[in-house]
């Protein structure tokens, strides 16, 4: 199996979160080719999980996993001698091609994997969740996402936030007949950057970004309403912090926690290379898969970006680390 063609197969079909069925299509489709036992398995919609494993063997002890899944804009796959460009090159179409041609030169060894691709995971893991309800008794799952092929020790968790402010419309000729919404919430704003976030040894700290802000309605019209949506990263329990957010904010605005993705350690092998992985995975709604580990070609840093992409060498490389991690495992 040549591994650059089958990503730039995947990254040619588009697969924006909500729209991952034609790929998914593709990818059963190139599984059942090669032999595999594969199903869709329906998510939402049109939108479908794909599950594959070789015949007789329907309940491997090792599952490769990643995301079938991309950020937008859609951007066509492209390559020059040592790069593969594209939306989802490295994040994480290129990890799906690796995993599946891996897969297949364990099959022909004799060693049988599972092979699980999911949708969602850009938005809310709702394949994940499906898919945790449906497992087939794995002991390890082979998460992938682009750590360079570097084993992950440590996942950072996620907390979504939205805080929205209220005010009073007047004429902006006379700010003392309004309650301007936008006041409110900058001073909210304001307070929550100088809340202390924690910092964990040998993992670094909790960042916050404020991703979103919107409200009013007119130059010359005191703003009745507000928002912002902040993201904080996590390196341990979410408890203080969300007392502190909301002690921060006051009688200002409401606060609304709208997701959350917990910190995980996880599991690494002797005399493979680390790194702590600052975004969050799959890996959490995907308990019941078995003790997971996460590995995978490219760096994050190109990932969601206009010249994302993967290097051709690592995507070979990744073939053959998650052969030899499964063998380790014992698949």
Known sequence: MDVVTLTRRLVDVESITGNEGPVGDVL????LRLGYESSKVPVEGARHNVWASSPGHPRPAVVFSTHMDTVPPFIPSSEDRERVYGRGACDAKGIIAA?????????????HVGLLFLVGEERDSLGAKVANQQSYGSKFLINGEPTENRLASASKGTLRVEVVATGRMAHSAYPELGESAIDKLLEALNRLRKVELSIEAGIGPSTVNIGVIEGGRAPNVIADHARAKLLYRLVGPSDQLRKDIVAAVGDLAQVDF???IPFLRLRTLEGLPTMVAAFTTDIPALSNWGQPLLLGPGSIQVAHTSGEFVEKKQLSDAVDLYCAIAKKLGA
């Open 28 to 31: 059963e489709g190139e599984l």
């Open 99 to 111: 995993q599946v041609a891996a897969a297949e030169r364990l099959k022909q060894e004799g060693i």
């Open 258 to 260: 709208t997701l959350e």
